[in-house]
């Protein structure tokens, strides 16, 4: 026998199935209590000087974050890092990044490797997550995703700045070109080549190893029979100190080693001397040549106990920056808040300010020119054109 159903009592069901579903729809609306960010770095290996210090700048700017009660419409959101290693290795790289989706990041600041950035980036892109990385090989930007962002110059300004450093400073002639094999180094290393030929210096000797490659007495032989000048290399810090080492044994250091953004690091400046000039190009400007750099050093040294070792007051920027980015996105949802970077022109507590253009380049990118003297880089030129 079926009940029946009043107007009245029909018209309360329906209000209470509304108000019910408005619910639901709202919660399918709101914004997590806690948001996750994904750090893909090399944080073991030769590399993990340098993928500790890019993940310490993050969490330094989460910290930071939650402390200041983050809020998001009104509500207040923390941030979690999920941090993994890449171990400076494309096919690692593609791992870790689906690990990342799969835990449910909202955007990734990573990587550093150009080669493991690319491998990574469809991958992210897939998912419409942001990824925020320090590599400086063009190719990133050029898959045609909308979620790649660099975070400094690319190397075709750092080749442009070879070239044209070499061509104003130095009056020597003999040159040779070293690299890495990686993405990276191999193409770092055509471009500068071929601004050196502009340059009218003369390529001596030429040669690829792989990025593990330690042993370097037969090129030092090589570098003194074909009385080479300049060594230009795109050779990690911990390669170039192996090199130096070997010049050493031939005696053959009254030469001038310039190199790319990898050696200007903490490592590298133990070979302060070691030959007659060591140098490196960078899109990293140091911490302290920005007005807020030595706040910045303070609280880092204060809770990590040690020096940035590379470019962790750009992914603490990165972090700030894509924090501004989730709070304008007003969801926090990965395709959101790639849309809100694409517009941002974001504050950056030690740079000043990070904006991408349409492909994601960083609009405010400048290579520098640096010279090891003692304990430190010291900035030589700088430009955003060369």
């Known amino acids: 026998m079926q009940t029946p159903v009043t107007r009245r009592a029909a018209l309360g069901a329906g209000a209470v199935g509304g108000l019910s579903l408005m619910g639901l729809l709202e919660g399918c609306d709101s914004v997590p209590s806690t948001l996750k960010i994904g750090v893909a770095q090399p944080l073991t290996g030769n590399l993990a000087a340098l993928g500790k210090d890019l993940l310490n700048g993050v969490n330094l700017a989460v910290e930071e974050l939650n402390k200041e009660n983050f809020r998001i419409k009104g509500k207040p959101v923390s941030f979690e890092v999920i941090a993994v290693d890449d171990r400076a290795n494309a096919d690692t790289g593609k791992e870790v990044a689906q690990q990342l989706v799969n835990a449910g990041v909202v955007a ?46 690319n190397d075709n300004l750092q080749a442009k700045a070879i070239g044209s450093f070499s061509s104003t400073h130095f009056t020597s002639t003999r040159y040779a070109v070293l690299d890495d094999g990686t993405p990276y180094g191999k193409d770092l290393a055509a471009g500068a080549s071929a601004e050196l030929k502009k340059a009218k210096k003369e390529i001596v000797h030429q040669q690829s190893f792989d990025d593990k490659t330690k042993e370097f007495d037969e090129l030092a ?13 795109t050779l990690n810090d911990f390669q170039v100190l192996a090199l130096l080492e070997a010049l050493q044994k031939v005696n053959h250091t009254q030469v001038y080693l310039l190199g790319g953004d990898t050696i200007k690091t903490t490592l590298t400046l133990k070979g302060t001397g070691m030959i007659r000039g060591l140098m490196a190009t960078s899109p990293i400007l140091e911490a302290q040549e920005f007005p807020t750099g030595a706040a910045f050093l303070d609280k880092y040294r204060a809770k990590f106990k040690v020096d940035p070792a590379y470019g962790g007051h750009y992914t603490y920027d990165a972090m700030h920056v894509l924090a501004a980015a989730i709070r304008r996105s007003e969801t926090g949802k990965p395709k959101d808040v790639v849309d809100a970077l694409r517009k941002i022109d974001g504050y950056a507590p030690v740079t000043g300010s990070m904006k991408w253009d349409n492909v994601g380049e960083q609009r405010y990118g400048v290579i520098s020119v640096y010279a090891a003297r003692g304990a430190k880089w010291e900035s030589q030129v700088r430009s955003d054109s060369w």
């Open 108 to 153: 990734v600041i990573g990587h550093l490797n150009s080669g493991v950035s690319i491998a990574a980036a469809p991958i992210y892109a897939e998912k419409g997550i942001a990824q925020m990385a320090i590599s400086t090989n063009p190719k990133f930007t050029t898959l045609g995703f909308p979620t790649t962002f660099r975070l400094v110059a």
């Open 221 to 233: 032989a090589k570098l003194k029979a074909t009385q080479t000048e300049v060594i230009v290399s």
